[in-house]
């Protein structure tokens, strides 16, 4: 089947969480605040936050991404509390190889929302819509080896460590070689 007649929803929910295509005209404003708040700590692992953007960037960057959800190149959820309504982060299905059947998951987290389970919630649910409605064969988390909150995520998950690459990868700010975790669940 071609991937572009796969019905794909545009929100999935859990018990506290809003998992919503990024497709609103205004979501670069509230993503872009929580790149600020968050900013210490994003900048040592991501690369897009190594300087902060624009909320115009933020809000190109959100637009491509929604664009890339139509095409089904990606997946991006933002992640909102269903109460409170309040941005807690961001998800997604990446790098997906529909010859295969197989994508990474990517996530990041408003750090005024961290300690809470909000993220493993998010993970949980897009794995297994991933896994029961996409019908991939093979979901990766990949992260460095050093980050070991991002790394809970998958072992609290229950995927399974398959390796760590050694200088597999550059650094968030490119100044020195890391090593790459890859999770799996199949």
Same mark, same amino acid.
């Given at each position: 089947m071609n991937p572009i007649l796969l019905d794909i929803? /545009? =929100?999935?929910? !859990?018990?506290?969480? /809003?998992?919503? $295509?990024?497709? =609103?005209?205004?979501?670069?404003?509230?993503?872009?605040? $929580?790149?600020?708040?968050?900013?210490?700590?994003?900048?040592?692992? /991501?690369?897009? $936050? =190594? !300087?902060?953007? !624009?909320?115009?960037?933020?809000?190109?960057? /959100?637009r491509e991404a929604y664009t890339n959800f139509l095409k089904r190149h990606s997946f991006r959820f933002l992640i909102f509390h269903k109460d409170t309504k309040d941005f807690i982060g961001v998800t997604s299905f990446e790098d997906i190889n529909w010859d295969i059947q197989k994508c990474h998951i990517g996530y990041w987290i408003n750090s005024k929302c961290s300690g809470k389970g909000y993220m493993l919630e998010a993970v949980k649910a897009l794995y297994e819509f991933g896994f029961n409605h996409i019908n991939f064969k093979r979901i990766e988390i990949r992260c460095e080896s050093t980050n070991l909150k991002s790394r809970s995520i998958p072992e609290r998950l229950g995927f399974k460590l398959e390796g760590i690459l050694k200088n597999e990868d550059v650094s968030a700010d490119g100044s020195k070689l890391t090593d790459t975790c890859i999770y799996a669940k199949v």
């Open positions: 929803p /545009l =929100q999935l929910e !859990t018990e506290r969480l /809003l998992l919503r $295509a990024s497709m =609103q005209s205004g979501d670069g404003i509230i993503v872009n605040e $929580a790149i600020k708040d968050s900013f210490n700590e994003l900048k040592n692992w /991501l690369p897009f $936050a =190594q !300087t902060i953007p !624009t909320v115009e960037e933020t809000e190109v960057n /959100l």
